[in-house]
């Protein structure tokens, strides 16, 4: 007790409650120091946290949902430690992807970043990314995806037929995965050899594992073993850049594009750039189609009526095929109409990627408010998706109403401006195939359907959404 009444006591616990002060006072959220402009209206949450236990609390798209109700098409928020600004209308989506992207930089946490490569194209702006960019899409042209039909259509045929088989339940996303990741590999490499689609696929399961989890890069998490597979795949790339560049082929695939490029100066890409970017488009390119394509079962089986109509179509191309004995062709898939509207309409309502992420480069004003610089801005597509001013009564199915456009910047599964998806028709094309072949040879049904929504991280229908395939005839 003598101690405690001693001076130096006090003094020292006055410098520790001081230090303490400042070091809370240095870390003040920025926005709370904010001179300059209106902030969009909203809540910040509680201190440090914020609204992210909300967020994680609940249907992600519920909370966007009521903050949209509550405080309109901009507001303020604050979300896995940085403040934030949502935007729900088409002008506002369209000022920060498009009229002024060059305010808004994509933003990723650096951990995801080290995982797919820090030079895949979707993390960079200006030149760099327009570089890759044009790569990547002449590579998914209409021209180059016109010699993938027929490929695509082995893969859609013998998918269909393995998960008929034996009358088993199957988990309809993780068997999409499968084609989808196929269809990816389809186009990045052209036809590559078994032994590398195995080993790539096991240690991209890994990478992908580890992606979903807690980045925490110590032996034994999923994260650690995540960056291990992920050094794996540089390995296997680098062994199939080496076989091409031996054997001289000329592809007009992914890869061939990457490898050939040289830029002005004559520059190539270095090993590294071109892994990450395979690795990005493979990324970007699987659980998205297989999302949709779980979600396109589902709504199909919920409507009979609408089934039937999309099963006429596609019976129609089927017999002028002379019964699937001739295979499909590019002019057909162009072709399907009302298959074409289910999968916008399927698009619309699931809205696989609900929402993007950028970050202020610089103090941006905005109808009247400030975004200040550092800030993360989120376009909330599903909000724009779902809104009745866009599109009647939206919480009900209707591929009809794609007979008309949709208003201009209303309609962004695929996003809009730079960064806007390239492999958009590649995805419709092999949703289109797949469904040929689904309606025209085979039933399924689903086993299990609970009508609730899991976030994989896209958003599917509960446990894959379970269902059993059967050829036709074996009915
Ligand atoms: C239904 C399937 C798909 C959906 C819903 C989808 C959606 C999107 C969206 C919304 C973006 C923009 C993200 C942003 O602005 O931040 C995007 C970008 C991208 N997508 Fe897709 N995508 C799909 C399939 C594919 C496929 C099949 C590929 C490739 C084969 C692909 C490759 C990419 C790439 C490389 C980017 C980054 C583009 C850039 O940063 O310039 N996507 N996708």
Request: with cysteine; proline share 5%; charged share 20%.
């Amino acid at each position: 007790m003598e101690n405690i009444s001693c001076p130096i006591f006090y003094f020292l616990l006055f410098l520790i409650a001081l230090l303490l002060y400042h070091h809370i006072s240095s870390k003040k959220p920025k926005w709370k120091n904010l001179q300059k402009g209106k902030l969009p209206p909203g809540s910040m949450g509680w201190p440090y946290i914020g609204d992210t236990l909300q967020l994680y609390s609940q249907d992600p798209n519920v909370f966007f949902a009521n903050k949209q109700k509550r405080y309109g098409d901009i507001l303020k928020t604050h979300i896995l430690g940085y403040p934030c600004v949502m935007l729900a209308s088409p002008e506002a989506a369209r000022f920060v992807l498009v009229t002024y992207a060059h305010l808004f930089k994509p933003t990723y946490p650096k951990s995801k970043e080290r995982l797919i490569g820090p030079s895949a194209l979707f993390f960079h702006q200006g030149n760099y990314h327009s570089r890759l960019r044009k790569l990547v899409q002449s590579s998914l042209s209409p021209e180059a995806l016109r010699k993938l039909v027929t490929d695509i259509e082995g893969l859609a045929i013998s998918s269909l037929e393995s998960w008929a088989k034996n009358n088993q339940i199957i988990n309809t996303f993780r068997v999409m995965k499968k084609f989808s990741f196929e269809v990816g590999i389809l186009a990045i490499f052209g036809q590559l050899d078994a032994k590398y689609k195995e080993e790539l696929n096991k240690n991209y399961s890994t990478v992908e594992k580890g992606y979903n989890s807690f980045p925490t890069n110590l032996p034994g998490t999923a994260y650690y073993k995540a960056m291990v597979a992920r050094r794996k795949l540089n390995q296997i790339l680098s062994e199939i850049i080496c076989q091409r560049k031996e054997k001289k082929t000329v592809e007009k695939d992914l890869l061939c594009h990457l490898l050939n490029f040289k830029d002005e100066k004559g520059q190539t890409l270095t090993e590294d750039q071109i892994a990450d970017n395979v690795i990005g488009v493979l990324f970007a390119a699987q659980d998205t189609t297989a999302s949709a394509l779980t979600w396109i079962l589902k709504y199909l089986h919920d409507d009979q009526k609408l089934l039937e109509a999309v099963k006429a179509e596609q019976r129609t191309i089927y017999e002028s095929n002379e019964e699937g004995k001739n295979l499909l062709t590019w002019a057909q898939t162009r072709n399907m109409s009302l298959t074409y509207r289910v999968i916008l309409e399927s698009l619309r309502m699931s809205s696989i990627i609900s929402f993007t992420y950028r970050e202020a480069v610089v103090d941006v004003e905005y109808d009247g408010y400030l975004i200040p610089k550092g800030w993360k801005v989120m376009p909330l597509f599903r909000n724009i998706h779902h809104n009745p001013k866009f599109f009647a009564d939206p919480r009900t199915f209707d591929a009809s109403r794609f007979m008309v456009a949709p208003k201009l910047n209303t309609y962004m599964p695929f996003g809009n401006g730079a960064h806007a998806c390239p492999g958009n028709e590649l995805a419709k094309l092999e949703m289109l195939i797949l469904i040929h072949h689904l309606v025209t040879k085979f039933r399924w049904e689903v086993v299990a359907s609970e009508g609730t929504v899991q976030y994989n991280p896209f958003p599917i229908p509960h446990h894959g959404l379970p269902s059993r395939l059967w050829k036709e005839q074996e009915a």
